[in-house]
């Protein structure tokens, strides 16, 4: 399985939440981000964004069609972001999510604690840049999932 982690580029501050948009310098990131994965993620693969306005236009730059996933809003927890990626409770996918492709498009501090839940036993915090993405492969290995790192991209290593 693929699973993309991007988190929503640099947005105004402001209330409601929900509705804040992009900076101009948010917009640069996302356009650039989203030219990465355009060239890198599968045609095939299946994009979820969180409602919130700043990772719907982070998730337009891409150019691709997407949907909305409430459940990724900003305060989910990993549990809701492996039910909604098709994972257990132990990180491992579903048989019919083992070939899959998935991006979603969201917020701190979920991006980071499901990076750090796949990849490590370790219980720490893991802070993840704005418009920065992280690009998680399971693969099969004597039976069991292992979630390795393929790619972690920052905005301005583009």
């Not at 890198?40 to 236009?57: D, Y």
């Not at 990626?85 to 083992?98: T, Y």
């Not at 899959?100 to 893991?126: C, I, Y």
């Not at 004597?142 to 920052?154: I, K, S, V």
Request: charged share 25%; aromatic share 6%.
């Amino acid at each position: 399985m693929n699973l993309l982690l991007w988190r929503h580029a640099e947005a105004e501050d402001g209330i409601p939440d929900l509705a804040r948009r992009l900076t101009i310098k948010g917009q640069q990131q996302a356009r650039k981000v989203g030219g990465w994965i355009d060239r890198h993620f599968p045609q095939e693969g299946r994009i979820l964004v969180s409602p919130a306005l700043r990772t719907r236009q982070t998730a337009d730059a891409l150019g691709r069609d997407y949907q909305i996933e409430k459940t990724i809003a900003p305060g989910a927890d990993v549990s809701n972001i492996l039910s909604v990626a098709g994972l257990n409770s132990d990180g491992q996918p579903e048989p019919e999510n083992e070939n899959k492709s998935l991006l979603l498009v969201g917020h701190q501090p979920w991006v980071g604690a499901t990076a750090r839940f796949l990849l490590t036993d370790q219980d720490m915090d893991w802070s993840v840049r704005k418009a920065a993405l992280w690009w998680l492969v399971c693969r099969q290995r004597f039976g069991e999932g292992e979630w390795t790192l393929r790619c972690l991209m920052d905005p301005d290593l583009i």
